[in-house]
């Protein structure tokens, strides 16, 4: 499996991927390199000292085999993220298999009642699996993000999220991975917050003020670093001192949108930036569609804030109740756009959160609740059922005697009068002469001392 360089731009067709190389006008594919130390035939591997190297490179854990790992860098820069045909080989095959019958120079070719050794899989879709395969430089990618601090997990790596598992045949062939922190643990505990990246002011806030409160209760904040609510988000978990993830559509080296490169540098050193792609891939429409699926999968639940109605947020949310995951929405003014498509998730069994405390409640351990929502407790509202049917009935406007009163109660006179001496001494009416009116104040301290004029 040594390959030599980067691919180029693949075949189209009804059997292709959408995006299969790299884009239109885009830098060739590199002449083919001779093996180096960290290639296939390397026995110290990728991660193992170069001469000339300096300081230690991160290395995952695992029991993964040198091989295993470079077969499945040349599978994430053949195969399109989330393609369930070539999910369906690498179960069939493993990836060591799948990468060299990809990269065998002379393939049998099919005989009769053959379909060779992908049947059922189109001949153009193959086609371009194996021009990128061929041309793949499985030891230069992993030392360009080894150069950066980071490191390419795959299945069987300790620091691999088993709930990436769940998509059975999209499952990621890998995860390029940037930052300190172990993935797992982080995955473990974990909210995806996703929206529209033309949000409002109140979609803005609204992410940045539940990402600072799931931080500030120890989630972990997982988004996918685009404008709008997904910065918002990752802004406000990086705000409280807390734990944040960014999935890219694109290589981690490469910070898209070029506006976040910063922020995306800060996630980075103070969280995890992750990707499906090799170093030096583009993001495309499709591959940003596809990437939500591994923010799905990864948390525990996802948080659509904003979206219209063809919004790819509402994408990612769909994936997370198909994976069992839960699905939650904030409701917005319903002569907002950008609410409608969270108006109609909600419409459809999503449930609807207010604040971190709310999304906790669902994702969080048994007897994590939220505080119950309850309006203000006024001093009427602790009144005995008789005083207060008394109550009702005093006028607020000029005073009236204690039989009328006792008549629009329903009660008798010495009743009345006495639920009126009650309701006096706590401040509720006042006696002007032979009649009772309500006060203007609930607090005459003076009139209930004397017990009234």
Request: proline fraction near 11%.
């Amino acid at each position: 499996m040594t390959g030599p360089a980067r691919h180029p731009s693949g075949p189209d067709g009804p059997d292709g991927p959408d995006e299969p190389g790299r884009a239109a006008g885009g830098p060739a594919p590199r002449a083919a390199r001779p093996a180096r130390p960290g290639a296939p035939d390397d026995p110290a591997g990728p991660s193992g000292p170069r001469p000339g190297a300096s300081g230690p490179r991160p290395v995952p854990h695992g029991s993964v085999s040198v091989d295993e790992r470079l077969a499945r860098v040349v599978l994430s820069r053949a195969v399109e993220p989330g393609d369930e045909h070539a999910g369906r080989w690498l179960r069939r095959y493993g990836a060591r298999g799948f990468a060299d019958r990809l990269l065998d120079p002379a393939p049998a070719a099919p005989r009769d009642g053959d379909d060779g050794p992908f049947p059922g899989t189109g001949p153009k879709r193959v086609a371009s699996w194996r021009l990128r395969a061929t041309t793949a430089d499985p030891a230069r990618d992993l030392e360009t993000v080894h150069d950066l601090g980071g490191r390419f997990l795959v299945p069987g790596d300790t620091e691999w999220p088993s709930q990436l598992d769940d998509l059975a045949d999209t499952r990621p062939l890998g995860l390029w991975v940037r930052g300190p922190a172990d993935l797992r643990a982080w995955a473990l505990r974990s909210v995806a917050l996703v929206g529209a990246r033309a949000c409002t002011p109140y979609g803005a806030h609204t992410a940045a003020d539940l990402a600072t409160g799931l931080a500030r209760r120890g989630w972990v904040v997982v988004s996918g670093a685009a404008y709008g609510i997904d910065g918002a988000a990752h802004r406000g978990a990086l705000a409280a001192g807390g734990a944040t993830v960014a999935v890219l559509a694109c290589g981690v080296d490469t910070p898209y949108p070029r506006g976040h490169d910063q922020l995306i540098r800060r996630i980075s050193e103070q969280g995890l930036v992750v990707g499906e792609l090799p170093p030096d891939s583009h993001p495309t429409p499709s591959r940003f569609i596809l990437r939500n699926r591994v923010i799905a999968a990864l948390t525990r639940g996802t948080v659509v804030i904003e979206a219209q109605h063809r919004s790819g947020s509402l994408v990612t949310a769909r994936a997370a109740t198909r994976l069992g995951r839960h699905t939650m929405g904030v409701p917005g003014p319903v002569t907002s756009g950008l609410s409608a498509g969270v108006h109609e998730l909600l419409r459809g069994g999503a449930a609807l959160v207010t604040d971190a405390d709310e999304i906790v409640e669902l994702v969080g351990d048994m007897g994590q609740l939220a505080p119950p929502r309850r309006g203000p407790v006024l001093p009427r509202d602790l009144l005995a059922p008789a005083a207060a049917h008394v109550l009702e009935a005093v006028p607020a406007r000029g005073p009236a005697p204690t039989t009328a009163i006792a008549r629009r109660a329903g009660t008798t006179p010495d009743d009345t009068l006495a639920r009126l001496y009650e309701l006096h001494s706590l401040g509720f009416v006042e006696r002007l002469g032979e009649g009772w009116r309500l006060t203007n104040t609930t607090t005459p301290a003076s009139n209930a001392r004397r017990g009234g004029p």
